[in-house]
């Protein structure tokens, strides 16, 4: 396995909160132009542990939100270490990145209209994806509550669902994918990113219809270019490394969304 191209440390030129989510935006040096559905692993140069009694943390793997100009733009969601020091970052500091990696989503077959569903900070991948699709794709985005569902807002054509009912229909997006799929399903090819339980949702509801979806998926990963085989998950014709195979997959590779160790958050 070869490494990709190195690491290299990206200027970070804004940050933006989006509700419970923070947008990074970096300038990336290579100017790399990655395709929707991509990821980069991400660390900060400084302050990254190795604190006292701390050793330094590994890289971690984010979807790219938006990229332009060589500009690259990250939602980050602040559950843990990494995303707690990357949710810091302000101008005139500097994140090491590594990337584009993994294979990203692919045009809808058949003259099908791509329908997009998202869930929590799995709306990111989603965003750039709209970008390039046109017409622009209508999205189903899933929230909590209010205050992340202000994420909505970095996509177009969507209509909310939340937990708690705050905002847009009261309970689960993927209710709102089953009525889009008894309507117009054999139009449609489903492209879904989000926590497990929503994903399994998605790939069974599309399978039972016979409805193409493709999956960005999420496992706990280390290196982030098929080195380490921490991140393997199964598919219905063996394991996989979802860095290098994926991270988006086809539901009908996937017995279940549900078997992804360190995924979801
Ligand atoms: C391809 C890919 C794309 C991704 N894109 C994004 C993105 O765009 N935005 C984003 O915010 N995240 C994204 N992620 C997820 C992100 O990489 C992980 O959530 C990352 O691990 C967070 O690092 P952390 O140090 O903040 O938290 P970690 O310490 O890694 O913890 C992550 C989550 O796991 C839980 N956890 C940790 N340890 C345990 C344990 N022992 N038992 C049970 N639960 C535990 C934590 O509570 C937390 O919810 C992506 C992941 C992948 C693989
Ligand atoms: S993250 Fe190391 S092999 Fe996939």
Same mark, same amino acid.
């Given at each position: ?108 077959? !058949? %003259?099908?209209?791509? /329908?997009? $569903?998202? *869930?929590? @900070?799995?709306? =990111? ?7 390039? #699709? ?102 219905? !014709? %063996?394991?996989?490394? /979802?860095? $290098?195979? *994926?991270? @988006?997959?086809? =539901? ?7 078997? #992804? ?5």
């Amino acid at each position: 396995m070869t490494a990709p191209f190195g690491r290299r440390a990206a200027a970070v030129i804004a940050r933006e909160t989006h509700g419970a989510y923070v947008v990074i935006r970096a300038q990336d040096p290579a100017a790399s132009v990655p395709r929707p559905g991509q990821f980069y692993m991400l660390a900060s140069a400084e302050r990254w542990g190795g604190g006292e009694g701390e050793r330094p943390f590994l890289p971690r793997a984010f979807s790219v939100l938006r990229a332009s100009h060589g500009e690259l733009h990250f939602l980050i969601e602040d559950v843990g270490p990494g995303t707690n020091r990357l949710c810091e970052l302000g101008p005139g500091e500097e994140l090491l990145l590594v990337g584009p990696l993994g294979n990203g989503f692919t045009a809808p077959r !058949d %003259g099908r209209k791509p /329908l997009l $569903v998202g *869930g929590g @900070v799995g709306i =990111a991948p989603l965003a750039i994806w709209q970008d390039e #699709l046109e017409p622009q794709a209508p999205a189903l985005l899933g929230f909590r509550d209010a205050a992340h569902a202000a994420g909505a807002g970095l996509l177009s054509r969507a209509t909310v669902a939340t937990d708690d009912g705050s905002i847009g229909h009261h309970g689960l997006v993927t209710e709102l994918l089953e009525d889009e799929l008894d309507e117009r399903g054999e139009a449609l090819e489903v492209y879904a990113c989000g926590p497990p339980a929503m994903l399994e949702a998605v790939r069974a509801a599309c399978v039972r219809r016979e409805v193409p979806a493709q999956l960005a998926l999420e496992s706990g990963m280390a290196c982030g270019f098929g080195a380490c085989f921490g991140c393997v998950v199964p598919t219905v !014709d %063996g394991y996989v490394r /979802l860095c $290098v195979d *994926g991270p @988006v997959l086809e =539901a009908g590779r996937l017995g279940t969304a549900l078997a #992804l160790a360190g995924s979801g958050h």
